[in-house]
């Protein structure tokens, strides 16, 4: 019971933060042009793109170790 009480806690905190998080990049959106947010888009995806690359890379080379 206790496991579980945690266990939504936890996801209530993620979700909050998310919705959090949304708001600031809607307001940092409304605030700069569309050319700008295509850009920052772009970049931050291929930040992401980039470590889950790595981190992929970084397992595959542990397991065939």
């Known amino acids: 019971m206790l496991v ?3 266990y939504i806690k936890r996801i209530h905190i ?4 998310h ?3 949304t708001n ?3 307001n940092r959106i ?3 042009n569309q ?3 295509s850009y920052y ?3 931050s995806l291929f930040k992401i793109f980039k470590s889950r690359c790595m981190t992929n890379s970084q397992n595959v080379i542990t397991r065939r170790i």
């Open 14 to 17: 993620h979700s909050n933060i």
């Open 19 to 21: 919705i959090y998080f």
């Open 24 to 26: 600031v990049i809607n």
């Open 4 to 6: 579980k009480f945690s």
């Open 41 to 43: 888009t772009l970049s």
């Open 30 to 32: 409304s605030n700069i």
């Open 35 to 37: 050319r700008e947010i």
